[in-house]
């Protein structure tokens, strides 16, 4: 397919068109022209108001519940969803049933994406079955395509374990994923204690359950010399321990969810399920403390944190509600939306070019010759997603029918034009 794309603004750091409103011929998967007023004939143009177009965005952080849990999601439906919000390549959770903690499993993951509009890059377990006891087949499953390794929603807990995992992935130059959860702290907790979990009466998650594993973890990182990506940081004093890790030299990223940039723990006294969401949302200064770090460059990435619920477990008494909230199709909209002083560039960066970085992606970049792995994007116009409109089997989101700034045009990717 031939596409072509007309009177689009180039948003890439490292295009020699960045900045500039060009038009770009698309031809066998690669960006065949870069030029103004081109009249090649194309099976389709696309064209419009105020288009931006950038590297293909990466989310770094999803649960595609493929296989075991098909009910939440499947890789088909998530790879849609993915598509819907922008995304060419998706990082996949491990906590599958059986745990994608051999190469079987990761190649599976990998191939079942072949005919999808995205590529599944699989997150391998560092420990066997995500239990923490012994560590998985890293290596293994790194020859097999495994872009990093975390053990997902049940986050290491042995500093001994975790610091042989480092040292073990430092040999081919492989990051962990840590989410930031000290388990035996606020076990039972529902929500971010403090004052509002207290009003409530709602057993509190203290914020000492993520800053304790998150120094701890930036130690064993400082002695093993190895790589650590902290997804989900939910603290203004994680940011600040994350700060201070970058400025001394050590391998340290971080990634943000979009809704905990939006919410604070304040929203949770209508008793929102949706809002149940693990780390928790933290005060309304944790939250401003966020927004910062995204606009000042001390956060690396945006992660959706996509984590799909049924029915049955989000409508229903909150005690009894799981964890999480969907967010690959919301993402964009939301970082648009609530911050609307951040530039293109930096958009693309946080949706697209650190994470190809800090993961060592194939690189794409907007010049004659590349591969054609495109996000189309609009900043300006209004709006909102209805149940209807969700392409993600569950519909555990908070920002269903909400009026956002900004759209998702489309992608293009593996050689075809993938449109909302």
């Known amino acids: 397919m031939n596409i072509l794309l007309k009177q689009v603004k180039i948003t890439d750091n490292n295009s020699p068109f960045n900045g500039k409103i060009f038009d770009l011929l698309i031809e066998n998967n690669s960006i065949s022209k870069i030029g103004i007023d ?3 004939k194309a099976t389709m143009v696309i064209e419009g108001k105020d288009l931006c177009v950038s590297p293909g965005w990466v989310d770094t952080f999803s649960h595609f519940c493929d296989p075991g849990y098909e009910f939440k999601e499947t890789i088909e439906t998530g790879a849609n969803a993915a598509a819907s919000g922008g995304f060419t390549r998706v990082f996949t959770l491990p906590n599958t049933k059986p745990i994608t903690d051999n190469k079987s499993m990761i190649e599976y993951a990998a191939n079942q994406a072949n005919h999808l509009p995205i590529f599944v890059h699989p997150i391998g377990a560092i420990t066997q079955k995500t239990e923490g006891k012994e560590l998985a087949e890293m290596y293994d499953m790194r020859n097999s395509g495994a872009v990093a390794f975390s053990d997902g929603l049940n986050p290491v807990q042995s500093p001994g374990l975790f610091i042989k995992a480092l040292q073990y992935v430092k040999a081919f130059d492989g990051v962990l994923i840590q989410v930031p959860i000290d388990k035996s702290i606020g076990a039972s907790g529902l929500m971010n204690e403090g004052v509002i979990s207290t009003r409530l009466g709602l057993p509190g998650i203290p914020v000492i359950s993520e800053e304790s594993i998150l120094k701890r973890d930036i130690d064993l990182v400082r002695y093993t010399g190895s790589k650590i990506h902290f997804t989900g940081i939910s603290s203004a004093n994680s940011l600040n321990l994350i700060r201070a890790a970058k400025k001394e030299g050590l391998s340290v990223s971080c990634s943000v969810t979009p809704y905990h940039l939006f919410f604070c723990d304040e929203d949770l006294q209508g008793y ?3 809002l149940k969401v693990n780390p928790p949302l933290r005060t309304k200064s944790d939250m401003l403390a966020l927004r910062d770090g995204v606009l000042d460059g001390s956060i690396d990435c ?3 944190h996509h984590f799909p619920q049924d029915w049955d477990n ?13 967010g690959l199709e919301t993402s964009y909209l939301v970082i648009n939306h609530l911050l609307e002083e951040l530039s293109d560039n930096r958009i ?5 070019l650190n994470a190809r970085n800090i993961f060592q992606l194939p690189t794409t970049h907007i010049e004659e010759g590349a591969i054609a792995e495109l996000t ?6 209004k709006h909102s997603l209805s149940k209807a409109n969700f392409k993600s089997k569950s519909l555990n989101s908070a920002f269903i029918d909400r009026s956002l700034k900004g759209k998702v045009i489309g992608t293009i990717n593996k050689g075809k034009y993938y449109s909302n």
Request: hydrophobic content about 50%; proline content about 0%.
């Open 38 to 40: 081109l009249s090649d």
């Open 272 to 274: 929102d399920t949706f």
């Open 302 to 304: 945006i992660a959706s």
């Open 314 to 326: 989000k409508t229903c008494e909150f005690d009894a509600a799981a964890f999480g909230m969907i």
């Open 348 to 352: 693309v960066e946080l949706f697209s």
């Open 376 to 381: 189309i994007f609009q900043r300006q116009e």
